[in-house]
C-alpha cells in the first residue's frame, strides 16, 4: 500500500500556465510534506515543503495548498517555464524528536511546452 | 560550499562481485541517510546515521546490503555478491536539522 500517492504520472502545461501536481497520503502521523524537483541525471533537490500546521506555504512561484483533514496537499507552479520540466516528487515524514526518514510519492513528470 | 558527494558516479558490476558506495555529507551536517531509485519501486528509504550511528535500517535489505559510518565525513554503502535486481541509483542525503535533506547525485549501480 502506498503511503504517498501523487495522482499524475505525467502533466504537460504551456509556458505561462499555472501547473497544478497533486499527492495524497495514508499516514495521520506525517507532518512534514516537502517536495522535491529532479532532472535527469542529478539528485532529487528540495523546492519548497509544509508543516501539517499550515494549509499554505508560498515561495516565489512555487505555492503548496495543505489540507489535513482530507489528507492532501497539491504543488502549485505559477507562470511555468520550460526550465521548469522535471519529475516532482511529493515526500512525507513523521514528526516527534530526531531525524525522520522520507516517504516518496512515485513522482510526477511535468513538461511545460514552450 | 560543496554539497553530498557521491562515488563513483557509475559502478557495473558482475553478477556476484561486491559492490562499495561512497558518500560524502555537507560538512557539519550530522545526519546522513541512503535511498534508492528504481523505475518500479520508486525512491525508497534504506538506512540512516545519526553522529555516525546507526539508528535506523529499517529499509535495507537483510542480507547482503551493510552501511557503515567510520567518521563523521563519509559513510559506505556495501552490498555483497550484487544481483541484477540490485541495480538502481543509491542517493545519498545529510542534513543539519530535523527536516531539510540534501540530497547527492547517486550512484547508478548496474550490475550485469
Known amino acids: 500500500q502506498q503511503q504517498v500517492r501523487q495522482s499524475s504520472q505525467s502533466l504537460t502545461v504551456w509556458e505561462g500556465e499555472t501547473a497544478i501536481l497533486n499527492c495524497s497520503y495514508e499516514?495521520?502521523?506525517?507532518?512534514?510534506f516537502p517536495w522535491y524537483q529532479q532532472f535527469p541525471g542529478e539528485g532529487p533537490a528540495l523546492l519548497i515543503a509544509?508543516?501539517?500546521?499550515?494549509d499554505k506555504k508560498e515561495d516565489g512561484r512555487f505555492t503548496i495548498f495543505f489540507n489535513k483533514r482530507e489528507k492532501n496537499l497539491s504543488l502549485h507552479i505559477k507562470d511555468s517555464q520550460p526550465g521548469d520540466s522535471a519529475t516532482y516528487f511529493c515526500?512525507?515524514?513523521?514528526?516527534?524528536?530526531?531525524?525522520?526518514?522520507?516517504?516518496f510519492g512515485k513522482g510526477t513528470v511535468l513538461l511545460v511546452s514552450p | 560550499n560543496a554539497g553530498v558527494i557521491q562515488t563513483p558516479r557509475h559502478k557495473v558490476t558482475g553478477k556476484g562481485q561486491e559492490a562499495t558506495l561512497w558518500c560524502e555529507p555537507i560538512?557539519?551536517?550530522?545526519?546522513v541517510f541512503w535511498y534508492r531509485q528504481t523505475i518500479v519501486q520508486g525512491l525508497e528509504f534504506l538506512t540512516y546515521?545519526?553522529?555516525?550511528?546507526?539508528?535506523?535500517d529499517s529499509g535495507m535489505p537483510k542480507e547482503r546490503f551493510s552501511a557503515q559510518m567510520p567518521n563523521q565525513s563519509h559513510s559506505t554503502l556495501k552490498i555483497q555478491s550484487t544481483q541484477p535486481q540490485d541495480s538502481a541509483v543509491y542517493l545519498c542525503?545529510?542534513?543539519?536539522?530535523?527536516?531539510?535533506?540534501?540530497f547527492g547525485p547517486g550512484t547508478r549501480l548496474l550490475v550485469l
Open positions: 542525503a545529510s542534513s543539519l536539522d530535523q527536516d531539510t535533506q540534501y
Open positions: 499516514n495521520s502521523a506525517f507532518d512534514y
Open positions: 509544509i508543516r501539517s500546521v499550515s
Open positions: 515526500a512525507a515524514s513523521e514528526g516527534g524528536s530526531g531525524y525522520n526518514k522520507l516517504t
Open positions: 560538512s557539519g551536517h550530522s545526519a
Open positions: 546515521f545519526r553522529n555516525q550511528a546507526p539508528i535506523d
